[in-house]
Antibody, heavy 117, light 112 residues
């Protein structure tokens, strides 16, 4: 069974940093693209970033480019999202997702990031 | 960015009756390799999204066959042949052909 467990969320002030982690199990991690997707409270879904199997290709939505960095450690079967210069509009539930066929077929439960002074 | 426009945004349905959600993209979703990466997700209250349909019309494992997807180019539809109480939630279309991948606004399905 595919399992994706996010961690690292919390309350931070504007301008601060946070690193999210996602522990993956139940599948061959190093054969899949992986994604981060976020959902602001009461709002819709927004794709944040994708990374390919060996970490050599990364894609970001414009609103986080230059501030967020997606990475992975295949030996630890883990996905990460380093978030710098956080803003109030980054407040959201952040999901880790396994990418397949131009979207994601498995999702974690999410970790909540709140940016507020 | 590709804009995905869903209609309606709210859909009250009677159990046992059919339901249909439309999704239109601002550009063709046909990839250079001929694939069309149009997907449908269901998000039940308090739960993570669940993919129902990928590449326009392919049902994910475990998805009831009352759900079906169709369409081509820029116009797509999700149909529920007979709505059940467990189908309550928000449905999103999503394109994975062009980066950044983008979602529609969501359609809230509720029972009358």
């Amino acid at each position: 069974e595919v399992q994706l467990v996010e961690s690292g969320g919390g309350l931070v002030q504007p301008g601060e940093s946070l690193r999210l982690s996602c522990a993956a199990s139940g599948f061959t991690f190093n054969t899949y693209w992986m994604s981060w997707v976020r959902q602001a409270p009461g709002k819709g879904l927004e794709w944040v970033a994708n990374i390919n199997q060996d970490g050599s290709k990364k894609y970001y939505v414009d609103s986080v480019t230059g501030r967020f960095t997606i990475s992975r450690d295949n030996a630890k079967t883990s996905l990460y999202l380093q978030m710098n210069s956080l803003r109030a509009d980054d407040t959201a539930l952040y999901y880790c997702a396994r990418a397949a066929w131009g979207s994601s077929d498995s999702w974690g439960q999410g970790t909540l990031v709140t940016v507020s002074s | 960015d590709i804009v995905m426009t869903q209609s309606p945004l709210s859909l009250p349905v009677t159990p046992g009756q059919p339901a249909s959600i439309s999704c239109r993209s601002s550009q063709s979703l046909v990839n250079s390799d001929g694939n069309t990466f149009l997907n449908w997700f269901q998000q039940r209250p308090g739960q993570s999204p669940r993919r129902l349909i990928y590449k326009v019309s392919n049902r994910d494992s475990g998805v009831p066959d009352r759900f079906s997807g169709s369409g081509s180019g820029t116009d797509f539809t999700l149909k529920i042949s007979r709505v059940e109480a467990e189908d309550v939630g928000v449905y999103y279309c999503m394109q994975g052909t062009h980066w950044p991948w983008t979602f529609g606004q969501g359609t809230k399905v509720e029972i009358k």
